[in-house]
Structure formats: C-alpha cells, structure tokens
C-alpha cells in the first residue's frame, strides 16, 4: 500500500516539473448539484491531465541505464501524451501504444512531442505490444500498476487535502485506478473523516467489475471514454480501492457527456468526459448522503476538443 510518506516524497520531487491547480470552490455546480462543491483543476495540468504528476515521478526515479534505454508506455490517450511531454522535457526517448480510438488530438500531442507512437486495434493489443516492447529493451511506464505512478498521482490528494475548505466526499473517475488509489491514500492519510467515491462509466467498469469478484478481472470495453478504458485493474489499484474507497459507481456514457456540457455551462471548465461522470455520480452521492454534504471533486482532464463532444452530444440527443 502506497502511504503518505511515498506520496510526499513524490510531491517534493516532481514540483518542478508540474503545476499546483487551483482548488477553487464552484458557485455553478454548487447551485446545480443544491450543495457545496469544490473542484481540483487538474485539467489545468500541464499536458491538460493528472497524469503528467505519475508520468514524471516515473521518469525521475529511473536509472540512468533505464533512461538511456528510453520509456514506453500503453495510453488510451492522456497516460501517452503526458508522458512523450514529460520524457522529452528530461530528454529520454519514449514509445507510446494507444489504440486507434484514442482522440486524434492525443496522438498529434505525443507525436509532435518527438515520442514513437505506435497504433493497435484496441487496449488488450496496446497492452501486449507494450509487454513485447518492455521484452525488447524499453523500460516500461505503466500507467497505474506502478508505486511510484500511483505516489505522483497522490499528489492531487495531497494539493486537494491542503487547499479546500471543508469536504465530506470526494469524487474521483477510475480507468486503472491510479489516480483514485493515489488520492484515496493522501486524503485518508490528511483528512481521514472524509469518504472517497471512484467513478466509471459503463463498457469501462473494470473496478466495479473486480470489486464484484474479489480480485482483478478482465472486461469488456465498449464505452467511448477511452481514457478510462483499461481492459483491467492491477492488484495495487486494487488493494487501495478495496481497502480505502467508499464505493464505486457507474454511470451510463451520454450522461458522462452530458456532465461535461454541465461543466461547461455551470463550472465554465471545459472537460472530457472521464471527468464529467463525475457530476451524474455526484447526483448519487447526494442522494446517499443528503444535504448536509460538502462535495470534491477532481476534475481530471480536459482533453476532448470541441468536434469529439459535439459529435457524442448527436449521438445521444443531447444540447
């Protein structure tokens, strides 16, 4: 289990290198969701998501042997833009693997950031080209089943925990689980009263899904979210979800998008819609709760241009 000691060392190392977000309270989500609510910026990140914080805090723990032998990393897009930035900033070589639905933007990103980026027909073939290219030489940058990932990940917590007022629930979106176990560790560690909720959206359900079983599990992906598609959590997510989350919950992918309309409309954030099932999800907690909730939530990304959301938002009959 990462603790909070691994998440400050991770925080002290890689502050050059990232950007403390805002935490900034949200008077249009407040008055949408009928309770205060906070939001961590981490769309604001450099390479506009969390992961450049575990991308860097990767890189900067390698030998100069693993450097010199360059990175690769598998990506349904933002784990593979952040870290063809990162690497290049530290100047390591790297290879990123997405699978073809990764947004084209993503690929233009980590291309013109001087990273290999090679193309597989989905996230199970990513991962295998990646373990073969792992076999071949190339020092592997997972992008959640590592400690020290998931320690720079926590760092969001850490930032989060340090800067908000008063908060009861904090929501965090789940692919492989990286973020959620980093930030699970910081906030239980800083503000243990408060409860931690992971959110997936449905066709990408793969902690839900190993909750269910009581261990890792293979899935099937069918949602659009490609950055939330893992084809399986690791054991580490796992273990952190298992022991520091409250629940996980799932929400339908025309509601992610419509989330990230709400947060274009209410927040005047422009976000992807691994970050906007948080607010159907949000409804939920509330729900649970009751009024008396002060919510968090981390909005992770923004990486969707505007053609990608208008297009989901045809596809499902949504304004």
């Given at each position: 289990m990462i603790g909070i000691t691994e998440i400050e060392a991770a925080a002290e190392r890689i502050a050059g290198h990232v950007v403390r977000t805002p935490t900034v309270p949200s008077p249009g989500l407040s008055a949408l969701l009928g309770v205060p609510v906070t939001t961590k910026l981490e769309l604001l990140?450099?390479?506009?998501?969390?992961?450049?914080?575990g991308a860097v805090a990767k890189l900067l723990s390698l030998s100069e042997a693993e450097r010199a032998a360059g990175v690769v990393a598998v990506s349904g897009g933002n784990h593979g833009v952040a870290l063809a930035v990162m690497a290049a900033a530290l100047d390591v070589k790297a290879t990123v693997v997405m699978p073809r639905s990764a947004p084209a933007r993503s690929l233009e990103i980590a291309q013109e950031a001087g990273a290999s980026v090679q193309l597989t027909d989905g996230m199970d073939s990513a991962f295998a080209l990646m373990t073969r290219l792992q076999q071949e030489g190339l020092t592997p940058v997972h992008p959640f089943d590592d400690p020290e990932v998931i320690a720079g990940q926590g760092?969001?917590?850490?930032?989060?925990?340090?800067?908000?007022?008063?908060?009861?629930?904090v929501l965090v979106s789940i692919g492989g689980g990286g973020l959620v176990a980093g930030v699970a560790a910081a906030l239980r560690a800083r503000r243990p009263q408060v409860r931690v909720w992971g959110v997936e959206t449905e066709g990408a359900q793969a902690m839900s899904e190993a909750l269910a079983a009581g261990g890792p599990v293979p899935v099937a992906l069918s949602s659009i979210v490609s950055t939330l598609s893992a084809p399986s959590v690791s054991q580490l997510t796992y273990d952190h979800v298992a022991a520091l989350v409250t629940e996980v919950l799932v929400v339908p992918d025309r509601e992610a998008v419509r989330g990230s309309l709400d947060f274009a409309d209410h927040a005047k954030v422009w976000t992807e819609p691994a970050a906007g099932c948080l607010l159907p999800a949000a409804r939920q907690v509330v729900e649970r709760v009751g009024p008396d909730a002060r919510l968090g939530l981390v909005v992770c990304g923004g990486n969707a241009s505007t053609a990608d959301v208008i297009a989901w938002s045809h596809r499902f009959g949504l304004r």
């Open positions: 990140q450099r390479t506009g998501s969390f992961k450049a914080r760092t969001v917590g850490l930032e989060f925990a340090d800067d908000a007022g008063e908060l009861t629930d």
